[in-house]
């Protein structure tokens, strides 16, 4: 008896917290969202703006009254910088995730349902991009396409469609075996009426769960392009290349120019991933009971 009242209370306080932390992360990943819209009301000095009236001798002002977040070694406030970091790992994330996803739902459930040699070699490619590491597959393609907003998006969704393809072909195979799509075959329905209406909607339940937990590393990867000074161009702002100009300015004891923009990056990851282990667990059962 007291045994099954322990693993009651266990279990209603592991799905209170489960919860809790599903609602911790979607507030920080709100907060995130909403501070990048803002990022132009609520900037300090500008980010391309030194607090002097000249940069021949800038100031590194620490944390204050004046500047929230201090000033860099060159004089430039990091609030707004930190701000329109939020902006630009946004902008970035949003077009990679979203471009993986168009690009590997359709070719996962082609795939998956047609079968035959094309399905071979998609999978045997898709298999052979998704073994290589992400941040080495983006820190290649962006040598190939070159700095900017969309040349850093496909770099970073390149390395995402294999996850997406693996997902839903694999969720196709087992789907098509199922009565109610040899129903719709022997109806006479289209191959593209069975992918559109019978099996699309039955083989995406996970996807947005890839989604989020995508968006969390990417910000991480476009932190690491920025910081091997790959990802955007220096006059964009992005937490990745500010902690590379911050590196010099640790020893000289600008503790706050590296601070700032590395605990936005680690709220923003821990924010999606968390909504993405919260909607993995609402999503699947079978983990939530687990």
């Known amino acids: 008896m ?39 009301t609520l900037e300090g000095w500008g980010w391309l703006q030194s607090p002097t009236d000249s940069l021949i001798n800038p100031i590194h002002e620490p944390p204050g009254v004046n500047y929230w977040f201090g000033t860099t070694r060159q004089g430039y406030d990091v609030f707004s910088r930190t701000l329109f970091g939020s902006q630009a790992a946004l902008k970035v994330v949003i077009l990679a995730t979203t471009l993986s996803l168009i690009l590997g739902v359709p070719l996962g459930l082609v795939s998956g349902y047609l079968g035959g040699k094309a399905d071979k070699i998609l999978l045997f490619l898709m298999d052979t991009i998704y073994t290589l590491p992400g941040l080495l597959l983006s820190v290649t393609l962006a040598f190939v396409v070159g700095k900017g907003v969309i040349n850093a998006a496909i770099a970073l969704s390149i390395a995402y469609v294999p ?31 069975i992918l559109s209406r019978y099996l699309f909607f039955n083989v995406i339940q996970s996807v947005p769960v890839l989604f989020t937990l995508n968006a969390a590393d990417a ?72």
């Open 2 to 40: 007291a045994a099954t009242i322990k693993l009651k209370l266990f279990k209603g306080f592991r799905g209170n917290l489960s919860f809790k932390l599903t609602t911790i992360g979607l507030v920080i990943t709100t907060g995130f969202i909403l501070i990048a819209f803002l990022a132009p």
């Open 163 to 193: 996850q997406y393809y693996r997902l839903v072909r694999n969720h196709t195979v087992s789907v098509k075996t199922e009565l109610f799509i040899e129903a719709a075959q022997a109806m006479g329905a289209s191959t593209r009426r």
């Open 219 to 290: 910000i991480l990867i476009l932190g690491g392009l920025g910081f091997l000074g790959l990802g955007l161009p220096p006059e964009i702002p992005e937490w990745g290349h500010d902690l590379r100009l911050a590196l010099d300015a640790l020893p000289t004891g600008i503790w706050w120019s590296a601070t700032f923009p590395g605990l936005a990056m680690t709220l923003m990851v821990t924010g999606l991933s968390l909504v993405g282990e919260g909607l993995s667990e609402i999503l699947n059962p079978k983990i939530r009971n687990r």
